[in-house]
Protein backbone atom coordinates (compact mmCIF):
# COMPACT_ATOMS: atom_id res chain seq x y z
CA UNK A 1 0.00 0.00 0.00
CA UNK A 2 2.81 2.43 0.82
CA UNK A 3 4.58 1.30 -2.16
CA UNK A 4 1.74 2.50 -4.34
CA UNK A 5 0.81 5.68 -2.47
CA UNK A 6 4.31 7.19 -2.23
CA UNK A 7 4.29 9.62 -4.99
CA UNK A 8 0.57 10.97 -4.48
CA UNK A 9 1.04 14.75 -4.26
CA UNK A 10 -0.71 15.92 -1.19
CA UNK A 11 -1.80 19.47 -0.86
CA UNK A 12 -2.49 21.77 2.09
CA UNK A 13 -5.87 23.37 2.13
CA UNK A 14 -4.26 26.65 1.44
CA UNK A 15 -2.71 25.26 -1.88
CA UNK A 16 -6.15 24.01 -3.06
CA UNK A 17 -7.78 26.91 -2.78
CA UNK A 18 -5.30 28.34 -4.59
CA UNK A 19 -5.03 26.07 -7.37
CA UNK A 20 -9.32 26.30 -7.33
CA UNK A 21 -8.78 29.84 -7.76
CA UNK A 22 -6.26 29.17 -10.80
CA UNK A 23 -8.85 26.82 -12.04
CA UNK A 24 -11.56 29.45 -12.23
CA UNK A 25 -9.56 31.78 -13.95
CA UNK A 26 -8.92 29.50 -16.55
CA UNK A 27 -12.38 28.42 -16.79
CA UNK A 28 -13.71 32.09 -16.81
CA UNK A 29 -11.01 33.12 -20.02
CA UNK A 30 -12.39 29.72 -21.70
CA UNK A 31 -16.00 30.92 -21.98
CA UNK A 32 -15.04 33.87 -22.61
CA UNK A 33 -12.85 33.42 -25.86
CA UNK A 34 -15.76 30.73 -26.74
CA UNK A 35 -18.31 33.41 -26.39
CA UNK A 36 -17.16 36.15 -28.61
CA UNK A 37 -16.61 33.75 -30.58
CA UNK A 38 -19.95 32.12 -30.98
CA UNK A 39 -20.96 36.19 -30.95
CA UNK A 40 -20.08 36.25 -34.71
CA UNK A 41 -22.29 33.11 -35.73
CA UNK A 42 -26.08 34.44 -34.73
CA UNK A 43 -27.93 32.02 -36.88
CA UNK A 44 -26.55 28.35 -37.05
CA UNK A 45 -27.64 24.86 -36.72
CA UNK A 46 -25.33 21.98 -34.62
CA UNK A 47 -24.56 18.36 -35.41
CA UNK A 48 -24.16 15.26 -33.58
CA UNK A 49 -23.75 11.99 -34.52
CA UNK A 50 -21.20 9.38 -34.24
CA UNK A 51 -17.04 10.12 -35.61
CA UNK A 52 -16.83 6.36 -36.41
CA UNK A 53 -18.92 7.15 -39.85
CA UNK A 54 -16.80 7.32 -43.06
CA UNK A 55 -17.69 8.63 -46.54
CA UNK A 56 -19.59 5.33 -47.87
CA UNK A 57 -21.64 5.43 -44.65
CA UNK A 58 -25.67 6.73 -45.72
CA UNK A 59 -25.79 8.62 -42.37
CA UNK A 60 -22.65 10.44 -43.44
CA UNK A 61 -24.28 11.21 -47.12
CA UNK A 62 -27.12 12.10 -45.06
CA UNK A 63 -25.68 14.68 -42.45
CA UNK A 64 -23.50 16.09 -45.93
CA UNK A 65 -26.42 16.98 -47.84
CA UNK A 66 -28.34 18.05 -45.01
CA UNK A 67 -26.04 20.47 -44.17
CA UNK A 68 -25.13 21.87 -47.55
CA UNK A 69 -29.40 22.55 -48.03
CA UNK A 70 -29.36 24.23 -44.72
CA UNK A 71 -26.23 26.49 -45.66
CA UNK A 72 -28.32 27.69 -49.02
CA UNK A 73 -31.58 27.59 -48.06
CA UNK A 74 -31.35 28.80 -44.43
CA UNK A 75 -28.37 30.51 -44.79
CA UNK A 76 -27.45 28.67 -41.14
CA UNK A 77 -23.78 28.66 -40.30
CA UNK A 78 -23.00 24.57 -39.25
CA UNK A 79 -21.36 24.03 -35.87
CA UNK A 80 -20.01 20.76 -35.33
CA UNK A 81 -17.28 19.04 -32.97
CA UNK A 82 -14.68 19.28 -35.91
CA UNK A 83 -13.83 15.74 -35.76
CA UNK A 84 -14.37 13.10 -38.40
CA UNK A 85 -17.70 11.10 -38.95
CA UNK A 86 -21.00 12.58 -38.68
CA UNK A 87 -19.15 16.28 -37.84
CA UNK A 88 -16.85 15.92 -40.91
CA UNK A 89 -19.71 15.35 -43.09
CA UNK A 90 -21.85 18.13 -41.51
CA UNK A 91 -18.81 20.48 -41.71
CA UNK A 92 -18.24 19.29 -45.59
CA UNK A 93 -21.65 20.36 -46.37
CA UNK A 94 -21.71 23.73 -44.88
CA UNK A 95 -18.21 24.54 -46.61
CA UNK A 96 -18.89 22.59 -50.21
CA UNK A 97 -21.70 25.24 -50.00
CA UNK A 98 -19.80 28.06 -49.31
CA UNK A 99 -21.39 28.73 -45.52
CA UNK A 100 -19.03 28.84 -42.36
CA UNK A 101 -18.55 25.34 -41.74
CA UNK A 102 -17.28 25.73 -37.71
CA UNK A 103 -15.82 23.50 -35.25
CA UNK A 104 -16.07 23.75 -31.59
CA UNK A 105 -12.70 21.17 -30.49
CA UNK A 106 -11.71 19.93 -27.60
CA UNK A 107 -7.69 19.95 -26.33
CA UNK A 108 -6.71 16.35 -25.73
CA UNK A 109 -3.17 14.92 -24.41
CA UNK A 110 -2.71 13.77 -27.82
CA UNK A 111 -4.47 15.97 -30.17
CA UNK A 112 -7.68 15.89 -31.14
CA UNK A 113 -8.30 14.42 -35.24
CA UNK A 114 -9.91 17.52 -36.32
CA UNK A 115 -11.41 17.46 -39.93
CA UNK A 116 -10.07 19.76 -43.12
CA UNK A 117 -13.55 20.94 -44.10
CA UNK A 118 -13.72 23.78 -40.93
CA UNK A 119 -12.89 27.17 -41.83
CA UNK A 120 -12.93 28.52 -38.21
CA UNK A 121 -13.07 26.92 -35.04
CA UNK A 122 -12.45 27.64 -31.04
CA UNK A 123 -10.72 24.74 -28.63
CA UNK A 124 -11.87 24.34 -25.21
CA UNK A 125 -9.68 22.33 -22.45
CA UNK A 126 -12.65 21.45 -20.57
CA UNK A 127 -15.57 19.18 -22.09
CA UNK A 128 -18.29 20.24 -20.17
CA UNK A 129 -17.15 24.20 -21.58
CA UNK A 130 -17.06 22.92 -25.02
CA UNK A 131 -20.66 21.05 -24.34
CA UNK A 132 -22.15 24.80 -23.14
CA UNK A 133 -20.93 25.97 -26.39
CA UNK A 134 -22.51 23.49 -28.56
CA UNK A 135 -25.83 24.21 -27.25
CA UNK A 136 -25.55 27.58 -26.24
CA UNK A 137 -27.18 29.70 -29.67
CA UNK A 138 -27.96 27.39 -32.30
CA UNK A 139 -31.66 27.47 -34.13
CA UNK A 140 -31.76 23.26 -34.17
CA UNK A 141 -29.84 20.56 -32.85
CA UNK A 142 -29.35 17.28 -35.23
CA UNK A 143 -28.58 14.23 -33.98
CA UNK A 144 -27.74 11.19 -36.01
CA UNK A 145 -26.96 7.87 -34.70
CA UNK A 146 -23.70 7.63 -32.49
CA UNK A 147 -22.07 6.10 -29.75
CA UNK A 148 -21.87 7.36 -25.46
CA UNK A 149 -20.43 10.74 -26.70
CA UNK A 150 -23.45 10.91 -28.52
CA UNK A 151 -26.48 9.94 -26.16
CA UNK A 152 -24.38 11.96 -23.77
CA UNK A 153 -24.96 15.64 -25.35
CA UNK A 154 -28.55 14.21 -26.30
CA UNK A 155 -29.69 13.38 -22.79
CA UNK A 156 -28.18 16.51 -22.11
CA UNK A 157 -29.79 18.58 -24.14
CA UNK A 158 -33.18 17.11 -23.96
CA UNK A 159 -32.91 17.58 -20.46
CA UNK A 160 -32.32 21.16 -20.74
CA UNK A 161 -35.36 21.31 -23.01
CA UNK A 162 -37.53 19.32 -20.56
CA UNK A 163 -36.41 21.98 -17.65
CA UNK A 164 -37.29 24.97 -20.12
CA UNK A 165 -33.32 25.89 -19.86
CA UNK A 166 -33.91 25.98 -23.49
CA UNK A 167 -37.24 26.90 -25.19
CA UNK A 168 -38.03 26.90 -28.75
CA UNK A 169 -35.00 25.03 -30.18
CA UNK A 170 -36.15 22.00 -31.90
CA UNK A 171 -34.40 18.59 -31.11
CA UNK A 172 -34.08 16.62 -34.50
CA UNK A 173 -33.13 13.13 -34.69
CA UNK A 174 -32.15 11.49 -38.27
CA UNK A 175 -32.08 7.45 -38.63
CA UNK A 176 -35.38 6.65 -37.65
CA UNK A 177 -34.19 2.95 -37.02
CA UNK A 178 -32.17 4.06 -34.27
CA UNK A 179 -33.41 6.90 -32.54
CA UNK A 180 -37.27 4.76 -32.62
CA UNK A 181 -35.52 1.92 -30.36
CA UNK A 182 -34.35 4.43 -27.67
CA UNK A 183 -37.76 6.10 -27.64
CA UNK A 184 -38.93 2.24 -27.25
CA UNK A 185 -36.63 1.91 -24.29
CA UNK A 186 -37.95 5.35 -23.33
CA UNK A 187 -41.83 4.03 -23.72
CA UNK A 188 -41.19 0.63 -22.26
CA UNK A 189 -38.26 1.61 -19.18
CA UNK A 190 -39.07 5.01 -18.27
CA UNK A 191 -42.75 5.65 -19.31
CA UNK A 192 -43.85 2.67 -17.55
CA UNK A 193 -42.69 3.83 -14.10
CA UNK A 194 -43.59 7.18 -14.13
CA UNK A 195 -40.13 8.74 -14.67
CA UNK A 196 -40.89 10.58 -17.29
CA UNK A 197 -44.30 11.78 -18.37
CA UNK A 198 -46.05 11.41 -21.96
CA UNK A 199 -45.38 14.92 -23.00
CA UNK A 200 -41.45 14.29 -22.47
CA UNK A 201 -41.47 12.17 -25.38
CA UNK A 202 -42.32 15.08 -27.80
CA UNK A 203 -39.48 17.05 -26.28
CA UNK A 204 -37.99 15.81 -29.89
CA UNK A 205 -38.58 14.95 -33.56
CA UNK A 206 -37.22 11.95 -35.49
CA UNK A 207 -37.44 12.84 -38.99
CA UNK A 208 -35.51 11.19 -41.82
CA UNK A 209 -36.98 13.30 -44.97
CA UNK A 210 -35.13 16.55 -45.46
CA UNK A 211 -37.72 18.65 -46.51
CA UNK A 212 -39.29 18.37 -43.39
CA UNK A 213 -36.10 19.19 -41.62
CA UNK A 214 -35.75 22.48 -43.13
CA UNK A 215 -39.30 23.66 -42.61
CA UNK A 216 -39.12 22.44 -39.53
CA UNK A 217 -36.06 24.73 -38.55
CA UNK A 218 -37.39 27.47 -40.60
CA UNK A 219 -39.83 27.91 -38.31
CA UNK A 220 -37.68 28.94 -35.29
CA UNK A 221 -36.70 32.42 -34.64
CA UNK A 222 -33.12 33.23 -34.28
CA UNK A 223 -32.08 32.50 -30.75
CA UNK A 224 -29.90 35.20 -28.67
CA UNK A 225 -28.20 32.41 -25.99
CA UNK A 226 -30.11 31.06 -23.48
CA UNK A 227 -32.09 32.21 -20.66
CA UNK A 228 -30.31 33.32 -17.32
CA UNK A 229 -31.84 31.56 -14.83
CA UNK A 230 -33.29 33.99 -11.66
CA UNK A 231 -31.47 33.90 -8.46
CA UNK A 232 -34.05 36.74 -6.60
CA UNK A 233 -37.33 34.51 -6.50
CA UNK A 234 -38.91 37.22 -8.37
CA UNK A 235 -40.84 36.43 -11.78
Known amino acids: MKESTKNILTLSRKEMQKLALKRVSAISKEFTGGFKFLEDYPKSVTFFGANQFREDNPYYASARLLAS ?3 KELGCSIF ?3 GPGIMEAANRGAYEAGGNSLG ?3 KLPDGQVTNKYITQSFASYYFFVRKVFLSFSAE ?5 PGGFG ?3 EFFEILTLIQTKKIAGVPLICVGSEFWNELKGFMEREQLSRGAVMP ?3 NLFHIVDDHDKIIEIIKKVPVRIGM ?3 KTDGKS
Open 69 to 71: RIV
Open 80 to 82: SGG
Open 104 to 106: LLI
Open 140 to 144: AFIFF
Open 150 to 152: TLD
Open 199 to 201: EDL
Open 227 to 229: PLA
